[in-house]
């Protein structure tokens, strides 16, 4: 048995803005499942719910600041999760990264080298828990300063870096380096140094034992200028330390045969009950009710990475076409304003709802047909994901883990059983319109089309999976 510090700064359902949330609330989970000792560690923001109040267990002193650490437990289940509570920094409205007014935290450095130094604390000092970490696994450039730190402590615990997206590396000034007191020894270009500026994300990939990502594709494609972000060198130097593990998904959430929000549970034996979910769904969004027209979904952030702009650019011409269009999200703000303006001039055809609602995505992904996800990069996603298992056949750019995850629908593939969506590889409004009318013409062709939802929805997609790979991982270093 391993004793695993799993460090995130969001954990679903306490409190969570993106996919890392769920990683970070499943995996561990998925871990313990296996036998393992996992602790989670996050910081004790405002905005925490869905748990426990924290139990004080105590103070730890690091750079000249007391911090308290409290426990408490992922929601019905027994894993730890230990917050680094110091309301100077985390007691506030708004998210981990924003304020309530949008604006990043001015004093973000500040907050995470500060949650990196206790993670360190932690993992090594049995005095404050009576416990230590054999691994330390952290995510993301809020957790990067770790690996480094640990570097120049006396046997320190083995770490793992997981990138959960490259375009986010906690970049600051070069003077934020002594603002943070952090030791002169791991200020150079071999270390969290990048071009004159302070890198967090550098820490976790120079001095991590093993790099992850969450998908093999998008382990390849940060080795390359397009997606590196500058790191690509690095990265491609470090290949030999470098995995990509696909992220799971929560099936208990996620899961047509047992889930509460939707009109009628279905399972790849009852696939007949799906209509009843369209039908549902027709109404409550107020488009014509027909089985016949196929119903096409899109849930997710309103930014250029979902390749939101060719769908855009697609949308003329899609209300032309005999389907119908159900987009769930927000984000940018001219984005949300272009769409409304199509839902407004055809009602008949397209819907738009503005906002976050997961009752909704889970209505969306039961009665559409067809799920568009045509991302200009996607290190894992997870809507493609939930779509197959809704027998709801994805259409998605070939990229990262979207080509990790959906086959295909080929004449080859088609036959021998394994496709299970649509892809295709420019990220072009005239690829995407190529691939929605290939879509139309297999959705009519009812014998295939039920082929491909069934191979779609008996794939595996639960943590299990995954966690044996990271298990297998810790047990490597
Ligand atoms: P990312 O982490 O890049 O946003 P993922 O596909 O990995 O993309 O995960 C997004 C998660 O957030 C999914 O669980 C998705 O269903 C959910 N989600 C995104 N936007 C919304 C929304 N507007 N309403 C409900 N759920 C949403």
Not at 326 to 338: C, H, N, P, T
Request: aromatic share 10%.
């Amino acid at each position: 048995m391993k004793k695993i510090l799993f460090a995130s700064s969001e954990t679903h359902p306490l409190i969570k803005t993106g996919g890392l949330a769920d990683v970070a609330g499943s995996l561990p989970l998925a871990l313990a499942e296996l036998g393992q000792d996992v602790r989670i560690i996050m910081p004790n923001y405002q905005g925490i719910k869905n748990c426990e109040p924290g139990r004080y267990l105590c103070t730890v002193r690091v750079n000249n600041c007391d911090v308290n650490l409290l426990e408490t437990r992922l929601p019905d289940s027994d894993v730890i999760v230990w917050l680094v509570d110091y309301p100077p920094f985390f007691n506030f409205p708004g998210n981990p990264y924003l304020d309530e007014a949008g604006r990043p935290w001015p004093n973000i450095g500040e907050r995470f080298a500060l949650f990196c130094r206790i993670i360190v604390e932690v993992a090594t000092n049995r005095a404050y828990l009576n416990w230590h970490a054999d691994i330390v696994h952290c995510n993301d450039w809020q957790t990067g300063l770790v690996p480094a730190l640990l570097s120049l402590e006396p046997n320190p615990p083995a770490t793992i870096f997981t990138i959960h997206n490259m375009a986010y590396q906690g970049l600051f000034p070069g003077s934020t380096y002594a603002q943070l007191n952090l030791p002169g020894q791991l200020l150079h270009p071999d270390g969290l140094e990048f071009h004159g500026m302070l890198s967090f994300i550098k820490g976790g990939l120079s001095y991590s034992d093993r790099i992850t990502t969450v998908s093999p594709t998008y382990a390849q494609e940060i080795q390359t200028p397009e997606f590196g972000y500058g790191l690509e060198g690095l990265l491609a130097h470090k290949q030999s330390h470098l995995r990509g593990i696909l992220n799971g998904i929560d099936v208990s959430v996620w899961n047509p045969a047992n889930d509460a929000y939707i009109a009628k549970p279905f399972s790849v034996d009852t696939l007949k009950d799906k209509q009843i979910n369209k039908t549902a769904l027709q109404q409550q969004l107020g488009l014509p009710v027909d089985p016949e027209t196929p119903l096409f979904g899109l849930i997710g952030r309103l930014v250029e990475q979902k390749g939101i702009d060719l769908v855009l650019s697609c949308l003329q011409e899609m209300t032309t076409l005999p389907l119908q269009f159900a987009l769930l999200g927000s984000g940018d703000k001219s984005i949300e304003y272009r769409l409304q303006e199509f839902a407004r001039l055809y009602p008949e055809r397209v819907s738009i709802t503005i906002g976050y609602d997961e009752r909704l995505a889970h209505q969306i992904e039961a009665g559409a047909d067809i799920f568009l996800m045509p991302s200009r990069f996607e290190p894992c996603g997870l809507n493609q994901m939930y779509s197959q298992c809704y027998g709801t056949i994805p259409i998605v750019r070939k990229t990262g883990g979207l080509a990790d995850t959906v086959v295909d629908a080929l004449p080859e593939s088609i036959s021998n059983g394994t496709a299970s969506g649509i892809s295709f590889n420019d990220a072009s409004a005239a690829a995407l319109i190529e691939a929605i009318k290939r879509s139309l013409v297999l959705f009519h062709n009812r014998p295939v089309w039920k082929k491909i939802q069934r191979n779609a929805m008996i794939k595996d997609f639960s943590w299990q999976n995954s966690a044996n790979q990271y298990l297998a991982l810790y047990n490597e270093i």
